[in-house]
């Protein structure tokens, strides 16, 4: 099992550029979530789908668009990236039902914009 | 609005000695806290957790205490190890959200002095 997957590692973009981050995981859970974690600021949800086929804003969506593909795979999009945007960004999976489960979290991509 | 705090952005202790990290929610609709560790360039990874209806959880030698009175929880590490130097974030989640959303603290860096 590789759990949660990420790709890619690291980026570096320029005001304006787009790109998608990818997610993958291979635990059949039913939940996916996207964090951005900046100093001093722990984690913040940025989107979340907890199914396949629906997604809902967490705390902090502008300037973002997400993808629920399929029960694996949960895509995150920078339309026109900013500054601001810079961050290290985690998406998660979690088993629903039968009680509560813990939130599995990827390696993380960090993403410079210039 | 911070609605999980952890007042301590680092905190150091002695090998063999009891780390004690702190953490205060204030949205009372929280039921259900869990703790993350992470290692840089790395992803949380979860460590314990603790629902509302108890007031204390053990796992070898992590043991949180939930205080719900005073909106106010405590992870222990006994006895503290090199290997435990990360950062400790503290998570909260409400029923009432069918338990989707983790709402982050800002993280604690816990270093063990050998």
């Known amino acids: 099992n590789a759990g949660v997957t990420q790709t890619p590692k690291f980026q570096v973009l320029k005001t304006g550029q787009s790109m998608t981050l990818q997610c993958a995981q291979d635990?059949?859970?039913?939940?996916m979530y996207w964090y951005r974690q900046d100093p001093g600021m722990g984690l913040r949800l940025i989107y979340y789908?907890?199914?396949?086929?629906?997604?809902d804003k967490g705390e902090v969506p502008n300037g973002y668009n997400v993808s629920r593909l399929n029960k694996r795979e949960f895509s995150l999009r920078l339309e026109s990236a900013a500054p601001s945007q810079t961050s290290v960004y985690f998406c998660?999976?979690?088993?629903?039902?039968?009680?509560?489960?813990?939130?599995?979290f990827g390696p993380g991509t960090r993403l410079t914009v210039l | 609005d911070q609605q999980v705090k952890q007042n301590s952005p680092s905190l150091s202790v002695q090998e063999g000695r009891i780390s004690i990290l702190n953490c205060d929610y204030t949205?009372?609709?929280?039921?259900?806290f869990l703790w993350y560790k992470k290692y840089p360039a790395e992803g949380p990874t979860f460590l314990i957790s603790?629902?509302?209806?108890?007031d204390k959880n053990e796992d070898g030698r992590f043991t949180v205490f939930l205080n719900k009175s005073a909106k106010h929880l405590s992870l222990h590490i006994v006895p503290s190890q090199p290997g435990d130097s990360a950062v400790y974030f503290c998570?909260?989640?409400?029923?009432?959200?069918?338990?989707?959303?983790?709402?982050f603290g800002t993280g604690t860096r816990l270093t063990i002095i050998p």
């Open positions: 998660a999976s979690r088993l629903t039902g039968g009680g509560y489960n813990e939130q599995f």
């Open positions: 635990m059949n859970h039913n939940s």
């Open positions: 789908s907890a199914s396949e086929g629906t997604t």
């Open positions: 949205n009372s609709m929280f039921d259900y």
């Open positions: 603790i629902s509302s209806i108890k």
């Open positions: 998570a909260a989640s409400a029923r009432n959200f069918g338990n989707e959303k983790l709402t």
